[in-house]
T-cell receptor, first 112, second 113 residues
Framework: SQTIHQWPATLVQPVGSPLSLECTVE??????LYWYRQAAGRGLQLLFY??????ISSEVPQNLSASRPQDRQFILSSKKLLLSDSGFYLC???????????FGQGTRLTVV | SQQGEEDPQALSIQEGENATMNCSYK?????LQWYRQNSGRGLVHLIL?????REKHSGRLRVTLDTSKKSSSLLITASRAADTASYFC?????????????FGKGTLLTVNP
């Protein structure tokens, strides 16, 4: 069966520090991968999605970047965090041609 | 940008009552999905309705879709305290943007025992 792993669960980082959040999927090949951010009490904002290795689509210009170095690995990064980068980050995957998405448990990032 | 907009933003009901949440979207879609999120957790898929369908049922869930009005509703019948969660609609774009999956702002449902 397919599983998605996202870590860490919580993270407190100072302003100006770098960020690396990792998401991996097991049990499937060539998934579509997604990064979302959710502000407190708000909806999900699509940040990046990827349909294949090295293929990244950015939805919102901001202080973040994403990479997909391997088929089932999706990384969210920042060189210098801002206070506004705080939030709940969710990784998700789904297969091309199938609409149901499967989510990781999320990373709560607090920038101080 | 967010495609869907749910209303109400928050809904509080008593156990046993029905809960209805609405979603409006802006562009053409292939299908519309509803997800549930318990506080501080990832989202879980509930039900999908395709653009050529008008109504779909799954257990205590009933979803309708009106593509002419670009709107959908999620009805949870005979609600339980365990239904307390946030509910989101999500849409696939059509044509070249069908890889994107965008969510609305959600409805926070509280079911009081």
């Amino acid at each position: 069966s397919q599983t998605i792993h996202q870590w860490p669960a919580t993270l407190v980082q100072p302003v100006g520090s770098p960020l690396s959040l990792e998401c991996t999927v097991e049990g499937t090949s060539n998934p579509n991968l997604y990064w979302y951010r959710q502000a407190a009490g708000r909806g999900l904002q699509l940040l990046f999605y990827s349909v294949g290795i090295g293929q990244i689509s950015s939805e919102v210009p901001q202080n973040l970047s994403a990479s997909r170095p391997q088929d089932r690995q999706f990384i969210l990064s920042s060189k210098k965090l801002l206070l506004s980068d705080s939030g709940f980050y969710l990784c998700a995957w789904r297969m091309t041609g199938m609409s149901e998405a499967f989510f990781g448990q999320g990373t709560r990032l607090t920038v101080v | 940008s967010q495609q869907g907009e749910e209303d109400p933003q928050a809904l509080s009901i008593q156990e046993g009552e029905n809960a209805t949440m609405n979603c409006s979207y802006k562009t053409s879609i292939n299908n519309l999905q509803w997800y549930r999120q318990n506080s501080g957790r990832g989202l879980v898929h509930l039900i999908l309705i395709r653009s050529n369908e008008r109504e779909k049922h799954s257990g205590r869930l009933r979803v309708t879709l009106d593509t002419s009005k670009k709107s959908s509703s999620l009805l949870i019948t005979a609600s339980r305290a365990a239904d307390t969660a946030s509910y989101f609609c999500a849409t696939d774009g059509s044509g070249g943007s069908n890889y994107k999956l965008t969510f609305g702002k959600g409805t926070l449902l509280t079911v009081n025992p």
